[in-house]
């Protein structure tokens, strides 16, 4: 089936820094990705959609200078947490949706931990 | 705005049994599709069956069917032979089936934790 790849999986880092997660789709074309925050025993929370090679597109509430959204290709987003501070520590994940078969599949997550 | 609804916070099964996980959405439109996903402790979200508003008959996948009632707006999931594998979150989900822009997204329900008593 089809495979999505983030990186890194989990990242400490001190407050202040800027975080960068990638999201590959690894054999299958994405005009579109999601991504995605979910915090202990909740749901996932839309961020932001991105589409290929345009502006994303954030949810209301969500911060676009803090959340930086790249999607530069049809195989990769990026998310930048910038100037993380530690109440952005969560669990952010990433959803590919296939070009073809219009199907979203999800990456295996990144624990981001801000100290 | 379309919601999805997971009434049940928590639910356990016996393996080997037959457990039900409850869903009910709510939408205007027509063209969507209807998604069970599993999340496990690793948190990897698996897609586990999926069924176009369309189409009539219920979709199965091996040991999990659903109960699509269009008209009720329910879309219950039904796993059968119930195995320690299964314990996990499951989250109903709707998706238009305009994909423009976030319409395109997946709205989730607030899941429903299975556990699995061996």
């Known amino acids: 089936g089809a495979v999505v790849s983030q990186h890194p999986s989990r990242v400490i880092c001190k407050s202040g820094t800027s975080v960068k997660i990638e999201c590959r789709s690894l054999d299958f074309q994405a005009t579109t990705m999601f991504w995605y925050r979910q915090f202990p025993k909740q749901s996932l929370m839309l961020m932001a959609t991105?589409?290929?090679?345009?502006?994303?597109?954030?949810e209301q509430g969500v911060e676009k200078d803090k959340f930086l959204i790249n999607h530069a290709s049809l195989t990769l987003s990026t998310l930048t947490v910038t100037s993380a501070h530690p109440e952005d520590s969560s669990f952010y994940i990433c959803?590919?949706?296939?070009?073809?078969?219009?199907?979203?599949?999800f990456g295996p997550g990144t624990r981001l931990l801000v100290l | 705005a379309q919601t999805v609804t997971q009434s049940q916070p928590e639910m356990s099964v016996q393996e080997a049994e037959t457990v039900t996980l409850s869903c009910t959405y709510d939408t205007s439109e027509s063209d969507y599709y209807l998604f069970w996903y599993k999340q496990p402790p690793s948190r990897q979200m698996i897609l586990v069956i999926r069924q176009e508003a369309y189409k009539q008959q219920n979709a199965t996948e091996n040991r999990f069917s659903v109960n699509f009632q269009k008209a009720a707006k329910s879309f219950s999931l039904k796993i059968s032979d119930s195995q320690l594998g299964d314990a996990a979150m499951y989250f109903c989900a709707y998706r238009s089936g305009n994909y423009g822009g976030s319409q395109g997204n997946l709205i989730f329900g607030k899941g429903t934790k299975l556990s699995v008593k061996p």
């Open positions: 959803s590919a949706r296939d070009r073809l078969v219009r199907t979203q599949y």
């Open positions: 991105s589409n290929e090679g345009s502006k994303a597109t954030y």
